[in-house]
């Protein structure tokens, strides 16, 4: 009887366990989508990533660079004074959106430029990204702002 009973526990607990397991591995599985690594350009530039990832990439909005096509289409470039990267986006920017500004966009990496869904801008004159500011100071581009 003994046996009998510590049987069934050992099979409720590796029961238990695989749930456990396969509930885990299909939560991990259904949020991949949902997580958006930061890249700058010149991590875009030097290992592209497919097509169908969706990531941020963020930087200053190159000088000069900044085109309305019709309708709600823009492009501009985006640099983190190491490489530049096209960006295409439909839509309303920022009020704060701007040609030597800091700027963070969601979207993929298609055909060598960036097809944004949404842009991200600084919302007064002293805010950037942390990401943004920590890949511009990898290229040695950062200025402190004054105060």
């Given at each position: 009887?003994?046996?009998?009973?510590?049987?069934?526990?050992?099979?409720?607990?590796?029961?238990a366990a695989s749930a456990l397991a396969v509930s885990?591995?299909?939560?991990w599985y259904a949020s991949q989508d949902a997580f958006q690594f930061f890249r700058a350009p010149s991590e875009v530039i030097a290992?592209?990533?497919?097509?169908?990832?969706v990531f941020r990439i963020g930087g200053l909005v190159s000088e000069g660079s900044l085109k309305r096509g019709e309708g709600a289409a823009i492009s501009f470039s985006v640099t983190d004074g190491g490489a530049t990267v096209p960006v295409v986006y439909t839509?309303?920017?920022?009020?704060?959106?701007?040609?030597?500004?800091?700027?963070?966009?969601?979207?993929?990496?298609?055909?060598?430029?960036?097809?944004?869904?949404?842009?991200?801008?600084?919302?007064?004159?002293?805010y950037m990204p942390a990401e943004v500011i920590d890949a511009l100071k990898e290229q040695g581009v950062y200025v402190e702002p004054e105060t």
């Open positions: 009887m003994k046996s009998l009973k510590k049987q069934r526990r050992i099979q409720i607990i590796a029961l885990f591995g299909l939560i290992a592209p990533p497919p097509s169908n990832e839509g309303i920017l920022p009020d704060l959106f701007g040609e030597g500004e800091g700027m963070v966009g969601t979207g993929s990496y298609v055909n060598g430029q960036f097809v944004a869904t949404e842009i991200l801008a600084r919302h007064d004159e002293t």
